[in-house]
């Protein structure tokens, strides 16, 4: 953590209107601060930034800087050599990024943001799953932003298939939002990387989340989504995906569903390639498929599991298994149990039944 990156940030906040010209500025920010009484000479401020660097002092941010201490927050700026040149080339560039976990992560390739409906349902659910299990198991990255729904079931994925993955915040790094997804958070923050734009104690808003959804595109080099509504703020992080000229992927869905309507029109307008897995993605990207990931075995089945296995359409509960099969409700089960075990189908968190081949 450095005093001089939290004065700047404060001073500035996030997602500067004139970003990009700061950082092609490559002043320093404790040379800022040492001259904040006259930032007129440098052309690359606003008034209004002119006016907050003359008026913020150091010493004033020290209980700021102590919670950064005891949070084991670092920070990195835009004039550092390790600072990702993904993010210096858009136009409201970040300043200041504080992290926890390893910022070389982001450097790394094919790296592909896995976004979608925080009110996804199981059929969404398990899609996230196995596109991130694809792409940790074929050496992507997985970003996203920690949110509920898909964005913080890619990145639990990604950790239990051995990826690497970064969560993009839109709150301060001692802040956990939403509050459930605490533990995982604090679990990337280890063997992984959190990064937001916000110091400790800065405000946020429900706008910190828009402007976070174009950090999640620029530090992509791929964006795949996964269950869009129409009006879906995973659209918003699209539009800045084409403006970085990104490739951009969709799941494709039924027509009768809204929590595939967004992302339907991705694919009718051109937008988005349209994808099944997450292997495809990275063959795009140029990289290469490995062998021997582990299939799903062959199993033999008597005429009733069969039969249970055939009527399951999507993502399915248990009361619709019934009536579909006409079959009794202890029968099913007890079939659903030992299809399960037997790996052909999943049941996801929602209680919905999908099958796995």
């Given at each position: 953590?450095?005093?001089?990156?939290?004065?700047?940030?404060?001073?500035?906040?996030?997602?500067?209107?004139?970003?990009?010209?700061?950082?092609?500025?490559?002043?320093?920010?404790?040379?800022?601060?040492?001259?904040?009484?006259?930032?007129?000479?440098?052309?690359?401020?606003?008034?209004?930034?002119?006016?907050?660097?003359?008026?913020?002092?150091?010493?004033?941010?020290?209980?700021?800087?102590?919670?950064?201490?005891?949070?084991?927050?670092?920070?990195?700026?835009y004039t550092d050599k390790?600072?990702?040149?993904?993010?210096?080339?858009?136009?409201?560039?970040?300043?200041?990024?504080?992290?926890?976990?390893?910022?070389?992560?982001?450097?790394?390739?094919?790296?592909?943001?896995?976004?979608?409906?925080?009110?996804?349902?199981?059929?969404?659910?398990?899609?996230?799953?196995?596109?991130?299990?694809?792409?940790?198991?074929?050496?992507?990255?997985?970003?996203?932003?920690?949110?509920?729904?898909?964005?913080?079931?890619?990145?639990?994925?990604?950790?239990?298939?051995?990826?690497?993955?970064?969560?993009?915040?839109?709150?301060?790094?001692?802040?956990?939002?939403?509050?459930?997804?605490?533990?995982?958070?604090?679990?990337?923050?280890?063997?992984?990387?959190?990064?937001?734009?916000?110091?400790?104690?800065?405000?946020?808003?429900?706008?910190?989340?828009?402007?976070?959804?174009?950090?999640?595109?620029?530090?992509?080099?791929?964006?795949?989504?996964?269950?869009?509504?129409?009006?879906?703020?995973?659209?918003?992080?699209?539009?800045?995906?084409?403006?970085?000229?990104?490739?951009?992927?969709?799941?494709?869905?039924?027509?009768?569903?809204?929590?595939?309507?967004?992302?339907?029109?991705?694919?009718?307008?051109?937008?988005?390639?349209?994808?099944?897995?997450?292997?495809?993605?990275?063959?795009?990207?140029?990289?290469?498929?490995?062998?021997?990931?582990?299939?799903?075995?062959?199993?033999?089945?008597?005429?009733?599991?069969?039969?249970?296995?055939?009527?399951?359409d999507g993502a399915m509960?248990?009361?619709?298994?019934?009536?579909?099969?006409?079959?009794?409700?202890?029968?099913?089960?007890?079939?659903?149990?030992?299809?399960?075990?037997?790996?052909?189908?999943?049941?996801?968190?929602?209680?919905?039944?999908?099958?796995?081949?």
């Amino acid at each position: 953590m450095d005093k001089y990156d939290i004065w700047l940030s404060f001073v500035l906040g996030a997602c500067c209107p004139n970003g990009k010209g700061i950082v092609d500025s490559n002043i320093k920010p404790q040379v800022l601060y040492e001259t904040r009484n006259d930032w007129s000479i440098y052309g690359c401020f606003t008034s209004k930034q002119v006016k907050r660097a003359a008026k913020i002092e150091l010493e004033s941010l020290n209980e700021i800087c102590k919670l950064h201490n005891d949070n084991d927050i670092k920070s990195i700026n835009y004039t550092d050599k390790s600072f990702p040149d993904k993010f210096k080339n858009i136009s409201q560039a970040p300043i200041i990024l504080f992290y926890k976990g390893n910022i070389e992560i982001l450097n790394r390739p094919y790296a592909v943001a896995v976004i979608g409906s925080r009110q996804c349902n199981g059929e969404g659910e398990r899609t996230a799953q196995l596109i991130s299990a694809d792409i940790s198991q074929h050496g992507g990255v997985v970003i996203s932003g920690l949110a509920q729904g898909i964005d913080s079931i890619a990145n639990r994925v990604c950790v239990e298939n051995g990826g690497k993955t970064v969560a993009i915040l839109g709150v301060p790094l001692n802040e956990y939002y939403p509050k459930t997804n605490q533990k995982l958070q604090e679990l990337l923050a280890k063997d992984h990387l959190v990064i937001s734009e916000y110091p400790c104690g800065q405000r946020y808003y429900a706008t910190s989340f828009v402007q976070r959804n174009r950090l999640i595109a620029a530090a992509s080099d791929a964006v795949c989504v996964i269950q869009a509504t129409h009006n879906s703020g995973s659209l918003i992080t699209v539009n800045k995906a084409i403006e970085y000229e990104k490739a951009v992927f969709t799941v494709p869905g039924s027509i009768f569903s809204p929590f595939y309507e967004g992302s339907n029109e991705l694919l009718t307008e051109g937008i988005a390639n349209a994808v099944t897995n997450g292997k495809q993605i990275i063959e795009y990207l140029g990289g290469e498929i490995s062998d021997g990931i582990k299939e799903n075995e062959s199993y033999d089945l008597d005429p009733m599991a069969k039969s249970i296995l055939e009527c399951i359409d999507g993502a399915m509960f248990t009361g619709n298994i019934i009536r579909k099969s006409k079959m009794g409700r202890g029968v099913v089960k007890a079939i659903l149990t030992q299809l399960e075990i037997d790996g052909l189908i999943f049941r996801t968190e929602s209680g919905e039944y999908i099958r796995t081949k």
